[in-house]
């Protein structure tokens, strides 16, 4: 059964500096790697997925994940914080061979403080 | 841009209600899916839809069916709604199975009494 880690609850951080979250999968065949953010009150949107290729994918608002095999993570990252930034995020998990089948994972509150 | 609509924003019912919550896009996805979101327990798939008439159960099926007649609606149905079902529901499209993102509506928040 494939499944999502996202270890923390909630992540601070000052605006301006670097934000990481976390995500960790387990999965049968080769993964297909979300991120999803979702603001207060709004539906999930789209901000970035790795499908093949290059490790380190970039994605909607500056944000970025590197995929880690080895280490089966998919960490989000941005280089500097804005407090707009300030939501739910959910990373998602889709094996390439269960079509239609993806698995999210808790989320994780961001919160960036001015 | 692809926009999926959800029928109603709030909705409250009562325990043993039928109750059916609407979804539509304005794509032409292929799939279409319905997921419940509970705090900390993320979103979990309920069902999905490949094509029309077609569906399958997502990890979560129990006490929920679903329709789909024309490829631009997919409809959540609780025959028989219960307290446990209180929940937010949220919609979603792609165009493929695998790699494609998802397209989320802006979630229908039902609350059973």
Redesign the interface.
Known sequence: AQSVAQPEDQVNVAEGNPLTVKCTYSVSGNPYLFWYVQYPNRGLQFLLKYITGDNLVKGSYGFEAEFNKSQTSFHLKKPSALVSDSALYFCAVRPNTNAGKSTFGDGTTLTVKP | DVK?TQSSRYLVKRTGEKVFLECVQDMDHE?M?W?RQDP??????IY?S?DVKMK?K??IPEGYSVSREKKERFSLILESASTNQTSMY?C?SSLG???D???????TRLTVL
């Open positions: 999926v799939n899916f997921y900390g327990l993320g979103l979990r798939l999905f490949y399958e997502g990890d949220l979603a199975l695998y790699t993102t998802q397209y989320f509506g802006p979630g």
